[in-house]
């Protein structure tokens, strides 16, 4: 969970302010125990975390959806344990717009690479405004791997604000992707270091307190989950 800002605020005061939809449905399938996946049949409690369906005995017209701005890709690792997973949650709520892949079967971004981006906090990640300020300067080309890495390359600031805020604008216009990489810290180099997501811009959304359990010491102003 993220708030807004960079405010010194607690997670209490947060939650406060969340508008958290009636718990009954899922407190009612609690109380019936672990149900049948419709898909898969396979023993689940509330929703299966293979085939991203809610259970037989939590109503789908129960569970809120989602719509989304952008499209979202998430590169899940092998070794990630599907139940610890937070991309099912994702996927179940935005259905339409989530789609879960498992590595190393990931698609290939090269003719996208105008109007996608890519969320991860490595070293030479750049702020989401910068990162949006690259792909109208890539519409309609194409990637060349002979010209250096555009990723480990800090995007140049514009002395002009003016034209900073125009140029995020229509990154804004541009943007039709976003993808997210779900795995542990120790196991994300061989993903982040695949050759088909070399092409795609890497920003950090450091502009948000996170609120997230277990704390995390590193930084309070990190996407730690989705």
């Not at 605020?9 to 149900?35: C, I, M, P, Y």
């Not at 990640?125 to 690259?134: C, I, M």
């Not at 390359?153 to 604000?161: A, F, M, S, T």
């Not at 590193?218 to 989950?225: C, E, H, I, L, N």
Request: aromatic share 8%; glycine share 4%.
């Amino acid at each position: 969970m993220m708030s807004s800002d960079k405010q010194d605020t607690t997670g209490n005061d947060f939650l406060e302010k969340l508008q958290v939809s009636s718990q009954v449905v899922l407190e009612t399938a609690q109380k019936k125990g672990r149900s049948i996946c419709p898909k898969c049949n396979s023993s689940r409690m509330f929703y299966c975390y293979t085939c991203y369906v809610p259970v037989e005995s939590v109503p789908t017209g129960d569970i809120p959806t989602v719509k989304l701005p952008v499209k979202i890709d998430i590169i899940k690792h092998p070794n990630e344990t599907d139940g610890k997973s937070t991309a099912a949650h994702a996927k179940l709520l935005a259905h339409e717009d989530v789609t879960v892949y498992t590595y190393p079967s990931i698609p290939d971004y090269d003719k996208q690479i105008h109007e996608v981006v890519l969320v991860f906090p490595g070293p030479n990640a750049v702020s989401l405004k910068d990162g949006l300020q690259y792909l109208p300067q890539h519409k309609n080309q194409k990637k060349d791997f002979t010209e250096p890495n555009i990723k480990r390359q800090r995007l140049d600031r514009c002395d002009n604000e003016e034209k900073n805020v125009t140029d995020a604008a229509q990154g804004m216009n541009c943007l039709r992707k976003v993808i997210f990489i779900d795995s542990t810290w120790n196991q994300t180099n061989k993903i982040i270091s695949d050759e088909r997501l070399q092409g795609n811009p890497i920003i950090l959304l450091d502009d948000y307190q996170i609120h997230f359990y277990p704390s995390d010491r590193s930084s309070q102003f990190r996407v730690k989950t989705l």
